[in-house]
């Protein structure tokens, strides 16, 4: 049973353009959202987080939303350029709980220029 | 600081053998992590540590054995490889609920 779930595993976008990147999750209890972006032969990278008392974190082109009665996050790149092109996962973790970082499936972005 | 490392980068092993990786960590982490990552299936969490001399089981724990005996290192151990166990495995710490921090992986290989 998925508990993290990235349901588009690839995206074009058009370089300047907007990149919207979506996660869903059925737990509850995860109160701590995580992006990460990983390049080829190399590990993930943190990008940017959100704990569940905002609705929104900003950190230069990369915000992302949370929307917690949806069980829904995204994460928004503006605007978007060719070296963002990577896999981008997102993470969920409980941290009243046994601080397991659950990752989804990944989504491939392809940055055109 | 290095960060997180992982040794070895590569292994190409046998059906049946068994084999050691290794994780260090230099910025004094409570928490590690080993994850392997497989095509489509995204990352999957192995095994993970909440300190020295703890362990506890992640999503996919069968096959593999952990040890955290110094705080700044976490061994991820294969006691039978199986070619299932293919995949490139990577290593992560954080600090109490923060970012995680992850190793540049190891690829390895199960004929």
């Known amino acids: 049973d998925q508990q993290v779930k990235q349901n588009s595993p690839s995206l074009s976008v058009q370089e300047g353009r907007i990149s919207i990147l979506n996660c869903d999750y059925t737990n509850s209890m995860f109160d701590y959202f995580l992006w990460y972006k990983k390049y080829p032969a190399e590990g993930p990278t943190f990008l940017i987080s959100?704990?569940?008392?905002?609705d929104k974190n900003e950190d230069g082109r990369f915000t992302v939303f949370l929307n917690k009665s949806a069980k829904h996050l995204s994460l928004h790149i503006v605007p978007s350029q060719p070296g963002d092109s990577a896999v981008y996962f997102c993470a969920a973790l409980s941290t009243s709980g046994t601080y397991k970082y659950i990752f989804g499936t990944g989504t491939r972005l392809k940055v055109l220029a | 600081n290095a960060g997180v490392t992982q040794t070895p980068k590569f292994r190409v092993l046998k059906t049946g053998q068994s084999m050691t990786l290794l994780c260090a960590q230099d910025m004094n982490h409570e928490y590690m992590y080993w994850y392997r990552q497989d095509p489509g299936m995204g990352l999957r969490l192995i095994h993970y540590s909440v300190g020295e001399g703890t362990t506890a089981k992640g999503e996919v724990p069968d096959g593999y054995n952990v040890s955290r005996l110094k705080k700044q290192n976490f061994l991820l151990g294969l006691e039978s490889a199986a070619p299932s166990q293919t995949s490139v495995y990577f290593c992560a710490s954080s600090e109490m609920g923060l970012a995680l921090f992850f190793g540049p992986g190891t690829r390895l290989t199960v004929l």
């Open positions: 959100i704990s569940s008392i905002k």
